[in-house]
């Protein structure tokens, strides 16, 4: 299994569709924020527009998505003279209809959905990434082949709205999100994405680190795999992925334990040695600090739940 596909198992990804945003000239979207453990996210088919999140204000072409993990209010903007005006809603069996209160011919085709994500592994990964995230599929010409296709199922899916949609559109988002995740810095996106380091050397060391949580993962260890001095290595795993090698290699442990301490009757003692930790207090502390709940009370909560249970 890829990295990709393992952090988004570990993550109990969950995707929907909420609405498709058909919006005129001059108009103003407000999106309030999203729950704790949900990530909204916005797909330009066509036109163009703005979306503002807080301080920041991107400008969206055809194939761009923008994803905002923290869930954060935001406002989608089209140009022109029109309004500013708001937005009108008609309710469909999978998704709603956006337009214009005005009305008018649409200047963009935007689909709007969210992913959710579970208290552990999940919240790990979605606090990790940058916030927002904006990748343009339409500047390479392979992903915007690729997002080309996507697109068209989604319209396609969209316009026939009957059962299974909802379902088929779930699907297409999280592929779509696989998509993102593994998208390199560069003409795509400006910011570094951990999930796609672009230095092959990097992303092995990445992809060790996840693979094997619990390794003797030490600078020189993985410098010397690289290839690299230590120095080198440690300039390069920052560029590639935003962060520093413990801060990374803490967040790939946490993240394992928690799937273990949810999918096993494996002991705390036993699950902080899994992944790394020489003592159960010093990862009861560090689960504590990441996660705000001790490794014990997480295990309840999760276990405890309806329908939830483990697998030995």
């Known amino acids: 299994m890829d990295s990709v596909s393992r952090l988004l198992r570990m993550a109990r990804l969950g995707a929907a569709l909420d609405k498709r945003c058909l919006l005129g000239a001059g108009t103003r979207m407000n999106v309030s924020a999203h729950g704790e453990l949900e990530a909204p996210f916005h797909v330009l088919l066509d036109g163009s527009c703005r979306l503002q999140v807080g301080a920041v204000l991107l400008d969206l072409r055809p194939g761009d998505v923008v994803m905002i993990p923290s869930g954060a209010p935001h406002r989608v903007i089209t140009a022109g003279d029109a309004g500013p005006t708001g937005t009108a809603e008609t309710a469909g069996e999978a998704f709603v209809t956006t337009r214009s209160e005005h009305g008018g011919e649409p200047v963009i085709d935007l689909f709007c959905g969210h992913y959710t994500f579970d208290a552990g592994a999940g919240s790990l990964l979605f606090a990790s990434l940058p916030d927002p995230v904006h990748v343009s599929f339409g500047q390479s010409a392979d992903s915007d082949e690729v997002l ?165």
């Open 148 to 312: 080309r296709m996507l697109s068209a199922l989604m319209r396609g899916e969209a316009q026939r709205e009957g059962e299974g949609t909802a379902a088929v559109l779930s699907a297409l988002c999280t592929v779509l999100l696989a998509m993102v995740l593994r998208t390199a810095r560069g003409d795509a996106t400006r910011t570094a994405l951990w999930t796609a380091a672009a230095d092959g050397r990097i992303a092995s060391a990445v992809e060790g680190m996840l693979n094997e949580p619990g390794a003797d993962w030490t600078i020189e260890r993985l410098s010397r795999a690289a290839a690299m001095s230590r120095a080198t290595f440690l300039r390069h795993f920052t560029r590639d992925t935003g962060t520093t090698v413990g801060a990374f290699l803490a967040r790939a442990r946490l993240m394992a334990a928690a799937e273990l301490l949810t999918t096993t009757d494996a002991t705390v003692a036993s699950v902080a040695g899994q992944v790394g930790y020489s003592s159960e207090s010093a990862f009861s502390r560090a689960f504590r600090t990441h996660l705000g709940t001790t490794p014990a009370r997480f295990r309840r909560e999760k276990t405890q739940a309806p329908g939830k249970t483990k697998t030995r």
